[in-house]
């Protein structure tokens, strides 16, 4: 009856033991595994988003520099000046994956766009920009903030055209002499950015701001964030209610910032659920990527199919030493 006694209270020792290892051996492996996991995600959404936006930067840097459109941004009032420079922006239309073009001046305040239908030839001339108008203070934003070029989701009022905007800087001995770009059609870039459907994962674009670039509800994108004053802006942290977790994201977006990691992963509170967040920076466009993932969709070893097995194979251990002892 002692050994008896002796053998329940071992094992029920032993169990507790268990279940306390199995969870923290449980939680550690699906942790480890979440933050892999995590790491390919947003390492596949980063290059999915990326790879479509740097070719036409790039497209778009190299007209810039073209001295047609240099002389054009000076004296676009003069005739053959004019028509050399939208012959070279002609030109570049054809190579811009959009088949459009813009280009603003800052000297006469001309703005200039022609589309994939090239509906605009001969009429390229759209209007004039003002300072007083709010359609257009995303050009006068782009003139103060003196940054080699923007990445901005805009809707164009007077053109009627939602696009991923490509807004470059066109210089000439360090004097700004207006911007110059193209853009993507907003749908098909959403639906291959963020539209992508997987079950428990939620994907976010957003700037220094927080405020969001890309999300696949339309409805909680900031468009022409930019050139919003704080307070107007749609931001991330409406989701997280938590005013430590705000915190730690944003002193994770610093890091990523200032000493170009590749990938920060931390667990947060959104929309009142537990979940896994990735963090990287795409630095080709200055916006970080967000990638939130549900903490049940994470679980590759459950702690509760371990406890019975271990325990199981303990008691019949037990068994065959008293079997044994008899």
Known sequence: AKLFIFMMGLFFLCASS???YSGVLAEQINEEWAIRFVKKQILFDKNRTL?????????????????????????????????????????YRLKFQDKSYFAAFVGSGNYYFNDHLN????????YTLSQKNPN?????????????????????????????????LLKKEDKVLGVVGTGFDFEPFLKDSVGVEQEGVRNFFINRNL?????????????????????????????????NDVDAIQSAMQELYVFDEQI????VNFEGKKRLLGLSYLKEIGWFNMTFIDSKELLLINKFSIIPILSVLFFISLLAVGLTLN
């Open 18 to 20: 268990i279940w306390i």
């Open 51 to 91: 790879l479509p936006i740097v070719r036409e930067v790039a497209l778009v840097k190299e007209m810039a520099q073209e001295p047609t459109l240099l002389a054009m941004a000076e004296h676009d009032e003069v005739l053959h000046v004019r028509e050399k420079g939208l012959e070279t922006l002609e030109q």
């Open 119 to 126: 509906q605009y030839k001969g009429k390229e001339r759209q």
């Open 136 to 168: 257009d203070e995303w050009f006068f934003y782009t003139i103060a903030k003196d940054e080699p070029y923007q990445i901005n989701v805009d809707t164009d009022t007077q053109m009627g055209t939602t696009k991923v905007w490509i807004n470059f």
């Open 211 to 243: 405020s969001i670039q890309l999300a696949r509800d339309t409805r909680l994108i900031d468009y022409a964030s930019m050139s919003k004053v704080d307070g107007k802006r749609k931001t991330i942290d409406q989701f997280i209610t938590n005013p």
């Open 264 to 267: 920060r992963t931390l667990w």
